[in-house]
């Protein structure tokens, strides 16, 4: 059964740090492009960061840019999302999502699989 898993959210002061893991079972990262993707209450869930299949070409959102890196080990089937220099307008909950392809892309409806996601809260 294909299946990702985010883990490392929580809560952390204004201008803390985190490190998001999402790791996949059942498949091979490897020839996926992965998404990171949040969702705050009331809102629409929206396009963090991706990254191609090979890691090759990764993607930020522009309130992200310079604050978030994305990075995959396919060694260890896993993905990363650093998170530094964090802002209060970053809670939400996080999402993981994969896609059989090359190219990454931050479109929510281009994703096939999900994880459950992980709850980060930036607050003093």
């Known amino acids: 059964q294909l299946q990702l898993v985010e883990s490392g959210g929580g809560l952390v002061q204004p201008g803390g740090s985190l490190r998001l893991s999402c790791a996949a079972s059942g498949f091979t990262l490897d020839y996926y492009a992965i998404g990171w993707f949040r969702q705050a209450p009331g809102k629409e869930r929206e396009g963090v960061s991706c990254?191609?299949?090979?890691?090759?070409?990764?993607y930020y959102a522009d309130s992200v840019k310079g604050r978030f890196t994305i990075s995959r080990d396919n060694a260890k089937n896993t993905v990363y999302l650093q998170m530094n220099s964090l802002k209060p307008e970053d809670t939400a909950v996080y999402y993981c999502?994969?896609?059989?392809?090359?190219?990454?892309?931050?479109?929510?409806?281009?994703?096939?699989?999900w994880g459950q996601g992980t709850q980060v809260t930036v607050s003093s």
């Open positions: 999502a994969a896609d059989p392809k090359d190219i990454a892309t931050m479109h929510v409806n281009e994703y096939s699989y």
């Open positions: 990254i191609s299949s090979y890691g090759g070409i990764t």
